[in-house]
């Protein structure tokens, strides 16, 4: 906060309100953070359990945008930070109109800190890392001609939460077929057919913490030109894996992976970043893409999931999570990455 010259900082993301305090209510509340005091700042519906989860702040009740509660101590600062990508503009408007203090927008502060992960958050991301291990393995078992993508979706986000995932950290992806090409389509009325590729992309938190993972399997026998996709994107996965660790940039992550499919002549199919950050969020810091300068660091965690999408034709996509080491990579998600060929019997 004295490097970017703010003597308060309003924090309003629910997922950096978590990690600052332990205040899990955050969609309902804020934090204000001084030199030497600190506050959560929600409603009464809240007051047990701010006691319970952030015992090292203060409350402060009001009703949003709390400007009542901003006001009786706005005497206490003069430059108050803000998250300026996640305040709405009604929000800012109305801390400009009733408050005595300058706003100072900040991007990226807390999410600076989050980037690199303490051991339990480490272990909140394993285990919800293993549950997505474990759920592939059954979802294998399910697959057959005539089901539909939906319906796989269904049964996956159902058995994330079974195996212990308090929820799926984003929207189940299961696509078959042509509808495969879309990178992040979604899973609909269309039977898997037999031949079909079909892509999973699923993740569940555990802890209030993400996993990422994805996997292309083969309903029946695949045609050989996606059968020599899949080699092609699992040896760039294979690269992308092989170049994570500290000390190396994102971009260089990304630039490796990308220059193996060019060579393939699949370049132009790559239409997406080699992978991202994730922990509380799905999509964190940093980014493996050609526009990310920063260098990887010890215990980072980031996705590596290159994916090629020929439209008409289908896609393949493999990603793995990975925890970042000063030699290479701890890969978290376990589940076999050799092309798998679904058998399946009509009963
Ligand atoms: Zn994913
Ligand atoms: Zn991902």
Redesign the pocket.
């Known amino acids: 906060m004295k490097n970017k010259g703010i003597d308060a900082f309003l924090v309003n993301k629910p997922e950096n309100i978590y990690y600052l305090s332990g205040f899990t209510g955050g969609v309902d509340g804020k934090l204000l953070i001084l030199d030497d005091e600190q506050y959560v700042i929600t409603d009464t519906r809240y007051e047990e359990q701010v006691k319970n989860e952030a015992p090292d702040f203060a409350l402060l009740l009001g009703r949003f945008p709390y400007i009542d509660s901003l006001n009786a101590i706005e005497h206490k600062f003069e430059k108050l930070g803000i998250e300026g990508k996640v305040i709405s503009y009604y929000e800012y408007e109305m801390l400009k109109k009733n408050l005595d203090v300058s706003l100072v927008p900040l991007e990226g502060l807390v999410e600076e800190i989050r980037m690199i992960k303490e051991e339990e958050e480490l272990d909140f991301i394993r285990k919800a890392a293993g549950i997505g291990d474990s759920v592939f393995e059954e979802i294998c078992l399910f697959i057959k001609p005539g089901i539909y993508e939906k319906q796989i979706a269904d049964k996956i986000i159902f058995l994330l939460r079974e195996k212990g995932c308090e929820k799926e950290a984003f929207e189940v992806i299961a696509l078959s077929g042509r509808n495969a090409s879309l990178p992040h389509g979604r899973p609909g009325a269309k039977p898997i057919e037999d031949g079909d590729m079909l892509t999973l ?1 699923y ?1 569940g938190f555990f802890g209030r913490y993400a996993s ?3 996997r292309t399997v083969s309903v029946g026998k695949p045609s050989d030109y996606l059968k020599d996709v899949y080699f092609e994107v699992l040896r760039a996965q294979k690269i992308g894996l092989s170049m994570v660790k500290a000390g190396v940039s994102c971009r260089e992550v990304d630039k490796a992976v990308r220059d193996y499919l060019e060579g393939c002549g699949l370049g132009e199919y790559f239409v997406h970043s080699t992978g991202h950050g994730l922990g509380l969020e799905i999509h964190e810091n940093p980014a493996l893409s050609p526009h990310c300068d920063i260098i990887l660091q010890e215990n980072m965690v980031v ?1 590596v ?1 290159p994916g090629v999408y020929v439209p008409g034709t289908g896609g393949v996509r493999i ?1 793995d999570t990975v925890i970042v080491k000063q030699d290479g990579c701890e890969i978290i998600t376990r589940a076999d990455k050799e092309l798998r060929i679904i058998k399946w019997r009509d009963i």
Request: hydrophobic share 10%.
């Open positions: 992309d993740g990422d993972m994805t996705t999931e990603e």
